[in-house]
């Protein structure tokens, strides 16, 4: 396995809710390293590209309409196999049908609510970076090079 890249977003409902703490715990206590982090307001045109595989199903309007609701918690991730593991930490995309222990196995309910998102790939995982938190993400690296996270 290699060292690599995620995107993490915790989305309106997480942040409204008071769960941003709780979820980047769990990417701490891993061991993954956190290399970027800021709230932000997503605009409407960024969250159309962040989904925009999705823009023929029916309820891609609603989609829009809630990632861009308030303030998401947009991260980047680092450590060895840090996407997929990401995203076995996030669980199943339907909460009812995600893992007790997962985010949203233990955190929600509906899909339309699902708390969380993670990046499939390594590319969109750098796409979805540089699109959100990679501002001032080198010299967080840089100024990190001292620790050592578990990766
Ligand atoms: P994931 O977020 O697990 O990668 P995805 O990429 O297939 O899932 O879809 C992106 C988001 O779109 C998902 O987190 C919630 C929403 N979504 C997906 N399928 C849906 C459905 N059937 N009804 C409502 N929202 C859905
Ligand atoms: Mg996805």
């Not at 703490?21 to 290399?35: H, N, P, Q, T, V």
């Not at 997503?42 to 989904?51: D, M, T, V």
Request: proline share 5%; glycine share 12%.
């Amino acid at each position: 396995e290699e060292v690599e890249e995620t995107y993490v977003m915790v989305k309106p409902d997480g942040v409204q809710r008071g769960l941003v703490g709780d979820i980047i715990s769990r990417f701490e206590k891993k061991g993954f390293l956190l290399k970027g982090l800021k709230l932000f307001q997503c605009p409407k045109e960024l969250a159309e590209e962040h989904y925009k595989e999705l823009k023929d199903k029916s309820f891609y309007p609603k989609l829009i309409k809630y990632i861009t609701s308030g303030p998401v918690v947009c991260m980047a991730w680092e450590g060895i196999g840090v996407v997929a593991s990401a995203r076995k930490l996030i669980g199943a995309t339907n909460p009812l049908q995600a893992d007790p222990g997962t985010i949203r196995g233990d955190l929600a309910v509906q899909t339309g609510r699902n708390v969380v998102h993670g990046s499939d790939s390594p590319d969109n995982g750098h796409r979805e970076i540089a699109g959100t938190v990679r501002d001032g993400f080198d010299a967080a690296t840089e100024a990190s090079d001292g620790f050592d996270a578990a990766i």
